[in-house]
T-cell receptor, first 114, second 114 residues
Framework: DAGVIQSPRHEVTEMGQEVTLRCKPI?????LFWYRQTMMRGLELLIY????????DSGMPEDRFSAKMPNASFSTLKIQPSEPRDSAVYFC????????????FGNGTRLTVT | GDSVTQMEGPVTLSEEAFLTINCTYT??????LFWYVQYPGEGLQLLLK?????DKGSNKGFEATYRKETTSFHLEKGSVQVSDSAVYFC?????????????FGAGTRLFVKA
């Protein structure tokens, strides 16, 4: 099993540019999560999907953030336009179910907005 | 609401020392409890879990017991190694009126000196 795969590993962009982060979950996992990690705020859940349907997006900071899951093996998180305060590590995770099954995290995308 | 509190770090130990990282939680339901570990440049990975009261999770010499009476899930290891240096996160998963949530503690950084 290849695990959760995220790309790119690092992204450096200028303020105002569009950023797209990509994630391939573990095959067979019905749930996909996007998290953001910063020193100040720790790990924050942004949004999660069940069977490709967004269930809870209450953690998405503002309208500049959007996420899609067009099929069971691919999801994107888009920031448009990006701002310096969006600089963080963004993690994708997947799991078999909610509650008892653990989350399987990718290695993250480190985003720097200058 | 639900919350997880873990001891602040960093924790610095010498190799072969005994490790305890405290974790307490508040929850409205009957959560599952987890410890995750994060190595530099990587995503979080499951270390151990417990899904009901008095369960003991264990892995790689680490242990934690789900104590409902004290709402705690302290992580212990009898003899740490340099390779255990990482950030450790306590987490709970709970299904409440507002839906599913996984809540992470702030993380505790562990340094082990040779």
């Amino acid at each position: 099993d290849a695990g959760v795969i995220q790309s790119p590993r690092h992204e450096v962009t200028e303020m105002g540019q569009e950023v797209t982060l990509r994630c391939k979950p573990i095959s067979g996992h019905d749930y996909l999560f996007w998290y953001r990690q910063t020193m100040m705020r720790g790990l924050e859940l942004l949004i999660y999907f069940n069977n490709n349907v967004p269930i809870d997006d209450s953690g998405m900071p503002e309208d500049r953030f959007s996420a899609k899951m067009p099929n069971a093996s691919f999801s994107t998180l888009k920031i448009q336009p990006s701002e310096p305060r969006d600089s963080a590590v963004y993690f994708c995770a997947s799991s078999l179910d909610l509650g008892k099954s653990p989350l399987h995290f990718g290695n993250g995308t480190r985003l720097t907005v200058t | 609401g639900d919350s997880v509190t873990q001891m602040e770090g960093p924790v610095t130990l010498s190799e072969e020392a005994f490790l305890t990282i405290n974790c307490t939680y508040t929850a409205t339901g009957y959560p599952s409890l987890f410890w995750y570990v994060q190595y530099p440049g990587e995503g979080l990975q499951l270390l151990l879990k417990a899904t009901k009261a008095d369960d003991k999770g264990s892995n790689k010499g680490f242990e934690a017991t789900y104590r409902k009476e004290t709402t705690s899930f302290h992580l212990e290891k009898g003899s740490v190694q340099v390779s255990d240096s990482a950030v450790y996160f306590c987490a709970l998963s709970d299904r409440g009126a507002g839906g599913f949530k996984t809540i992470f503690g702030a993380g505790t950084r562990l340094f082990v000196k040779a």
